[in-house]
């Protein structure tokens, strides 16, 4: 399994797995979408799936705000790629969570 982890701030991609280096979302002549510059990790175990999950879950921007003093700015991004064992993908499980969402 691999992990790649960004989030959209302010009309810019951060990668939350490498320093919040700027990325950019780029649309190919195929119509595919790719996100040059992010890092995929290589995944050992479910436990290092969940360090990596949470340490980037704790570089988001967040801000404080009237109903909560952490609130997230950003809209993140979490993909999980599963692979067989010689990297061909499988498929591909996405997690957003978008900003601003606590009141609902």
Same mark, same amino acid.
């Given at each position: 399994?691999?992990?790649?982890?960004?989030?959209?701030?302010?009309?810019?991609?951060?990668? /939350?797995?490498?320093?919040?280096?700027?990325? *950019?979302?780029?649309?190919?002549?195929? !119509? @595919?979408? +790719?996100?040059?510059?992010? $890092?995929?990790?290589? /995944?050992?175990?479910?436990?290092?799936?969940? *360090?990596?999950?949470?340490?980037?879950? !704790? @570089?988001? +921007?967040?801000?404080?705000? $009237?109903?909560?003093?952490?609130?997230?700015?950003?809209?993140?991004?979490?993909?999980?790629?599963?692979?067989?064992?010689?990297?061909?993908?499988?498929?591909?499980?996405?997690?957003?969570?978008?900003?601003?969402?606590?009141?609902?």
């Amino acid at each position: 399994m691999d992990l790649s982890f960004f989030e959209i701030y302010g009309g810019r991609c951060y990668d /939350l797995l490498n320093e919040k280096k700027k990325v *950019e979302i780029l649309e190919g002549n195929d !119509n @595919q979408v +790719t996100i040059q510059g992010l $890092v995929e990790v290589e /995944l050992k175990d479910k436990n290092e799936m969940m *360090e990596k999950i949470i340490f980037a879950f !704790n @570089q988001r +921007t967040t801000h404080s705000t $009237v109903h909560n003093d952490t609130s997230s700015r950003s809209h993140a991004i979490c993909m999980i790629y599963a692979k067989d064992e010689i990297g061909k993908v499988l498929g591909k499980y996405i997690v957003c969570d978008l900003a601003g969402s606590e009141r609902a």
